[in-house]
């Protein structure tokens, strides 16, 4: 079975950073398209990027005007999200997805696409 487990989330202070982190496994296929989301309670789910594994380059929501970059270890199955100059508005879930199908275009970078996997997320606070 696939599991994606995130990591990283906290409490911090307006300006600071985090990264989260997450650990995929199971996969059946060895590429896959890859995203992170995030939500607040009562809003639709927001996408924020999303990465093939295949070797693309991220594809990124304008909502975080370059302040958050996805990368990925693909030694340790590993996709994360660096989070920087963090507001008070980022605070949510953030949640990890995947699916071995999606072509990971724009098309998919938003809150309509369902992802086949994801993880149970992780929350972050921004004060």
């Known amino acids: 079975d696939v599991q994606l487990v995130e990591s990283g989330g906290g409490s911090v202070q307006a300006g600071g950073s985090l990264r989260l982190s997450c650990v995929a496994s199971?996969?059946?296929?060895?590429?896959?398209?890859m995203a992170w989301f995030r939500q607040t309670a009562g809003k639709e789910r927001e996408p924020i990027g999303l990465?093939?594994?295949?070797?693309?380059?991220?594809i990124y929501s304008d909502s975080i005007a370059g302040r958050f970059t996805i990368s990925a270890d693909y030694t340790n199955d590993t996709l994360f999200l660096q989070m920087n100059s963090l507001k008070p508005e980022d605070s949510a879930m953030y949640y990890c997805a995947a699916d071995p199908f999606l072509v990971c275009s724009d098309y998919d970078l938003s809150p309509l696409t369902n992802f086949a996997y994801w993880g149970q997320g992780t929350q972050v606070t921004v004060s």
């Open positions: 990465l093939h594994t295949g070797g693309d380059t991220p």
């Open positions: 199971g996969f059946a296929y060895s590429t896959n398209c």
